[in-house]
Structures are given as structure tokens and as C-alpha cells.
Nanobody, 116 residues
């Protein structure tokens, strides 16, 4: 049974930093990533990281957010710096297993709120 458990969200002032973590279990994972969904908006990609470390970022986080992973711990991280009020959203961990590359697993989400 695949499980993704996020942690690290919270309330921070603009310009501050947060680090999100997502601990995965129940399978062997390929690409993992983070998405976010703000109220009234569609869920959008933030960043992804492949098993070998290749990363992909949305333009709006370039230079501010860094995704990383620890394959031994099956954990993916999102370091968020220079946060802006528009970064306020629920952040979701996403993962694909090596057995079902066309299927997305999701965590329960963690709220990030950036005050101005």
C-alpha cells in the first residue's frame, strides 16, 4: 500500500523560508514531485525530481525553491525560500512507482500560508 505523508507546512511572513518533506512508503518510487493548489485555482506543478536527480521547476519558483530527495529514506524535500503571498496554497506530494509509471499517487496535502 503506497503512502505519501507530507510535513513542514505552516504560516510564514513574506521573504521567509519553509522546508516541506514527503515520506513515501509501500513501493519503489520513480519520479517524485510537488504540486500546489490555491483556493479557486487548479492544481499546478511546482517541481519534480527523477530517481537520478534530474529536476524540473515551474518558472514561478525558479531561483527560490529547491527540490531534493533521499532515495534511501524514500523522502522528497522542497526547500522554499523568498516566499511570497502568492505562494499560499495547499502543497501536495506526488509520486510514481517504477511499476506503474502512468499512475499518480498523492499525499494528503500540507497548507503553506505566506503573510504580507
Amino acid at each position: 500500500q503506497v503512502q505519501l505523508v507530507e510535513s513542514g507546512g505552516g504560516l510564514v511572513q513574506a521573504g521567509g523560508s519553509l522546508r516541506l518533506s514527503c515520506a513515501a512508503s509501500g513501493s519503489i518510487f520513480g519520479t517524485m514531485g510537488w504540486y500546489r493548489q490555491a483556493p479557486g485555482k487548479q492544481r499546478e506543478l511546482v517541481a519534480t525530481i527523477a530517481t537520478g536527480g534530474t529536476t524540473d521547476y515551474a518558472d514561478f519558483v525558479l531561483g527560490r525553491f529547491t527540490i531534493s530527495r533521499d532515495n534511501a529514506k524514500r523522502t522528497v524535500y522542497l526547500q522554499m525560500n523568498s516566499l511570497k503571498p502568492e505562494d499560499t496554497a495547499v502543497y501536495y506530494c506526488n509520486a510514481k512507482t517504477i511499476f506503474r509509471k502512468d499512475y499518480d499517487y498523492w499525499g494528503q496535502g500540507t497548507q503553506v500560508t505566506v503573510s504580507s
